[in-house]
C-alpha cells in the first residue's frame, strides 16, 4: 500500500494522538474483558488496517501527519489497542507527551483521528458497547495530545 | 431590540461566509451531536432550556453557527420559534430568537425577543473528568404586552441568568454515550416571559433544571428534560415543564428533534401537553 507520507516520526505521532496507554483506565461498567469485546487481534488487526486507509483520505489531517513508515505505524498501532484493551501485549513505542512536542495538534485535529476511528470500527463490524469503552479509554490521552 | 436581532444576525451572515472558506479553521472540529440542538430562547439545549453545551460544532480554533425553527402545540396553544445562534472559539454563544404563542380558540397571539449571551467558564463536555460549565444571561421583550399586563406580570421585560454544567461520558450505561446536564437559573418570567415578568403572587426567583440524553447510535439521542418554573400570578396558575425527545443527527449540518411536552397549565387552560419539533440547521 503506497500512502503519501514522508518520515516515521510523525507516523509515530499519528500513533501516539490517537492514544497511548501506559495505564489503561478501567471501563465504566461492563466488566467483560475488552480485548475480547472488540473480537481479539484479528479484529484489532482489521480495525488498524481500516483506520490506516482512513487516515490516509482524510483531508483535514493528512498534511498534518506526512509520514511513511506504514508498516511501523502498523504494529505500533496493534500493540497499543492491544495493551488499552487489557489485551496480552506490550507496546514497544515511545512516549506520547515527546512525540507531540512541537507537532501542533488541535481539538479539530484529534476529533478528526477520533472520527476515523469510529469509521474504522463501523467497518469492522464492532459493536458499539465495545466502540465506545475504548473511545472513552483512547479519550482519556487527549490532554497529552493536543496543542503540544 | 430589532437593533439587537441586527447586530446579532449581521456576524452570523459574516460568519456563514467567513468560516466556510477558512482553510484550517474546522468549524466541523468536535464530534456529531456535542452541539446539541436548539432551545426555544435560541441559546444551544435542549429544547425547554439552554444547556452547557455551545451552538455548532466549532472548535477554540473555529467560529460556527446553528439556524432553526421550532414548533409546539400543545391542547390550547402553539409557540412558533426562529432564531440563530453563532459560537465564537467554543467560547462565546450569541443568541436570538423570535417567540410567537397562539391561543387556539381565539386565535390571539403574543410574540417575544429573546437574546442570549452564553460564556463557557470551564471544562468540556466530552472529555476530562470536569463538566463543562457555562454563565448564561438571557434577555426577554414582549413586543405583545398587553396580555401580560392583564394577568397582572409587573414588567414587560425581564433578564435571566443562569448557570449550567454538562458532563457526556462517552461510555455512559450500557455503554452508550450519556449526557447530564443541571443548571441553576434565577428568573422572574411567567411561561418563559410570554406572559410578563413578576407578579401579585412572587414566587421563588432560583429555579433548577435538569436534563438527560443517550446517545442510542451516533446520529440518535433520547431524552428528558425538566425545568422549574416560577409562578408569580395570582390569576394563573403556573407549573414545571417536562419533556421527553428524541433527535436525529444525520450529519453535522442537521438536526431534526421531536419531543413530547407537558407545561402543566399555561394561561388559564389547565394540563397543556403536546409534540414539539424542531428543525436545525449547523455551519
Request: with cysteine; hydrophobic share 45%; glycine share 10%.
Amino acid at each position: 500500500m503506497t500512502l503519501p507520507f514522508k518520515n516515521s516520526v510523525a507516523w509515530r505521532a499519528l500513533l501516539l494522538s490517537t492514544s497511548i496507554a501506559f495505564g489503561a483506565c478501567s471501563s465504566l461498567q461492563n466488566d467483560e474483558n475488552l480485548y475480547v469485546a472488540l473480537g481479539g487481534e484479528k479484529a484489532i488487526a482489521v480495525i488498524v488496517e481500516n483506520f490506516i486507509l482512513e487516515i490516509a483520505r482524510d483531508e483535514r489531517i493528512i498534511d498534518h501527519f506526512e509520514v511513511s513508515n506504514v508498516q511501523r505505524f502498523r504494529v505500533m498501532m496493534n500493540q497499543h489497542l492491544c495493551l488499552v484493551a487489557d489485551g496480552p501485549c506490550e507496546y514497544t513505542g515511545d512516549s506520547m507527551i515527546d512525540t507531540h512536542a512541537g507537532m501542533g495538534v488541535t481539538e479539530g485535529d484529534f476529533n478528526a483521528i477520533v472520527e476515523n476511528m469510529m469509521a474504522a470500527m463501523d467497518k469492522a463490524e464492532v459493536p458499539l458497547g465495545p466502540q465506545n469503552r475504548l473511545l472513552a479509554r483512547l479519550a482519556t490521552f487527549r490532554g497529552e495530545i493536543i496543542y503540544r | 431590540m430589532n437593533t439587537l436581532a441586527c447586530q446579532l444576525l449581521l456576524p452570523l451572515l459574516a460568519c456563514s461566509v467567513l468560516c466556510s472558506t477558512s482553510a484550517n479553521a474546522q468549524p466541523d472540529g468536535r464530534l456529531r451531536g456535542t452541539g446539541g440542538v436548539s432551545s426555544i430562547s435560541g441559546a444551544g439545549g435542549g429544547g425547554l432550556t439552554p444547556w452547557a453545551t455551545l451552538t455548532s460544532y466549532a472548535t477554540r480554533d473555529a467560529r460556527g453557527g446553528s439556524v432553526f425553527a421550532s414548533h409546539v402545540s400543545v391542547d390550547d396553544h402553539t409557540l412558533d420559534v426562529a432564531g440563530a445562534a453563532i459560537n465564537l472559539h467554543d467560547r462565546i454563544e450569541l443568541s436570538y430568537a423570535r417567540q410567537k404563542i397562539r391561543t387556539k380558540a381565539s386565535d390571539a397571539t403574543i410574540s417575544q425577543d429573546s437574546t442570549g449571551l452564553k460564556l463557557r467558564l470551564a471544562g468540556d463536555v466530552l472529555y476530562g473528568r470536569a463538566p463543562q460549565v457555562v454563565l448564561g444571561v438571557e434577555h426577554n421583550a414582549l413586543r405583545d404586552p398587553a396580555a401580560a399586563l392583564a394577568a397582572g406580570a409587573r414588567a414587560t421585560k425581564g433578564t435571566d441568568l443562569y448557570v449550567s454544567a454538562a458532563r457526556a461520558w462517552i461510555a455512559g450505561p450500557a455503554a452508550r454515550t450519556t449526557l447530564l446536564n443541571v443548571s441553576v437559573r434565577h428568573s422572574r418570567a411567567n411561561q418563559f416571559g410570554l406572559l410578563g415578568y413578576g407578579g401579585d403572587d412572587q414566587g421563588g426567583k432560583v429555579h433548577l433544571e435538569a436534563a438527560v440524553a443517550m446517545f442510542l447510535s451516533r446520529g440518535w439521542a433520547v431524552g428528558a428534560e425538566y425545568r422549574q418554573k416560577p409562578d408569580n400570578l395570582s390569576a394563573q396558575t403556573e407549573n414545571d415543564a417536562f419533556d421527553v425527545f428524541v433527535s436525529w443527527f444525520p450529519d453535522k449540518r442537521l438536526s431534526l428533534t421531536g419531543a413530547w411536552v407537558m407545561l402543566g397549565d399555561v394561561a388559564g387552560a389547565p394540563d397543556q401537553s403536546g409534540f414539539y419539533l424542531s428543525l436545525q440547521g449547523t455551519f
